[in-house]
DNA sequence: TAGATTGTTAATCGATTAACAATC
DNA sequence: TAGATTGTTAATCGATTAACAATC
């Protein structure tokens, strides 16, 4: 199945997903798109033009099926794959990704810990023993990982890259504020909060 | 001044900016277009049209002078304000920002530390006093703080939005999952790990 | 049936890319 | 002068918004 959506879609379908959990949690079975927008300050247009891009979920005169739309969404998103996390810097950010809750709901695990100063290799962080950088390969093969998390500083970010690549990583997603060169076929996600903050700066500066 | 300037634009600036301050470090004075583009994956047409929005910076048949441009766009951030923020919520992820060294060089500095757990109110974090949410609206004043940045659970981040808008920040930096409700006249940037994760995940289910 | 709501097509809006005159 | 590179206008592309027929 090859179909193009806008990465702007993507980038909503996870609130859709989590607002129909609240949602459901609510013991409502049907919601519509203007409920949903109002719920997510969306308008309902956009959500309609989003959902349909996947196929006819809804009933007209009646709205979505909650349980069957938030199912639908989180095998779009293949949040049913279970993917299995790294972290490689295990730093404060590093550290309080190894602790982030919001990961386990959608599915996701920290299967193990990278770190190269030998001071912390060999400590645990939220009960997952920090391994040595030099053993990455065996490690990330031995714990079927799929993603690398990459928390070190910039100047080390595209080592680590390469390092997750090698070993067999499916994805990468990179919190250091630099630019990392991937093969094509590895699908990359920068997260880069120096940005957001400048943003937000930006508009306070204005008037 | 009152320049519409697009969300698209601003999000390039602090990449500029921080690809500008590397190269002031290598010592290079003058950058065209093409080589900045090649540091960044950005097309040179797309640098030139972001930057043309602010003024005419280069030299034609020469290229941008690196220090003029990096400090033009420091102010075009509102960089040179050395905002002052406030964390509420000192969990596993408040506790790292109040760590984050990357704020410090674009000019932040956490001012104030808030929690409403009282096991953890009176200890320090990167040796700043974590306050009782109780006294928020005093302290935010006497320590002049101008961003909240909210790291609390989802169900407690609007009220602690009204608590900060209420004390006079006039910036929200929000990690919390949720859609939050402020003040027009407020600027709110919400950083959703979620979204970039589930992208990330949306991408490796791809073929 | 009347009212509500989807799915889809058309219109609009905005951002990126291409082209090139100006000029160092 | 010839080559390089900006700034700006025009063309293209893509995303959002509007409109409405279909239908529950």
Redesign the interface.
């Known amino acids: 199945m090859?179909k193009i959506i806008s990465?702007a879609t993507?980038?909503r379908?996870?609130?859709y997903?989590?607002t129909l959990r609240l949602v459901e949690e609510e013991s409502i079975n049907i919601i519509s798109s203007d409920e949903l927008g109002r719920?997510?300050?969306i308008t309902p247009e956009q959500i309609r033009k989003d959902l349909a891009t996947f196929g006819q979920f809804g009933r007209k005169g009646i709205g979505y099926d909650v349980h069957e739309l938030k199912e639908k969404i989180e095998n779009?998103?293949?949040?049913q794959?279970k993917?299995r996390l790294a972290i490689v810097g295990v730093g404060?950010?590093g550290?309080?990704l190894a602790?982030?809750v919001?990961?386990a709901s959608?599915g996701?695990s920290v299967a193990a810990l990278f770190d190269k100063n030998k001071k912390i290799v060999g400590s645990e962080v939220n009960n997952i023993k920090v391994n040595s950088i030099d053993d990455i390969k065996k490690i990330i093969a031995k714990k079927s990982v799929?993603?690398g998390v990459i928390t070190v500083p910039a100047d080390e970010a595209q080592n680590v890259a390469d390092l997750l690549v090698a070993a067999g990583v499916?994805?990468?997603?990179n919190f250091a504020?630099t630019?990392l060169t991937v093969p094509p076929f590895i699908?990359l996600?920068?997260?880069?909060?120096?940005?957001?903050?400048?943003?937000?700066?930006?508009?306070?500066?204005?008037?």
Chains 1, 2 share one sequence.
Request: proline share 5%; aromatic share 12%; hydrophobic share 45%.
């Open positions: 090859k990465q993507i980038d379908l996870p609130l997903f989590r719920r997510l300050d779009i998103l293949g949040l794959n993917w404060h950010l550290g309080a602790n982030y919001n990961f959608l996701f799929d993603i499916k994805g990468i997603w504020p630019k699908p996600v920068n997260e880069d909060l120096s940005i957001g903050l400048s943003a937000l700066s930006y508009h306070m500066s204005q008037e």
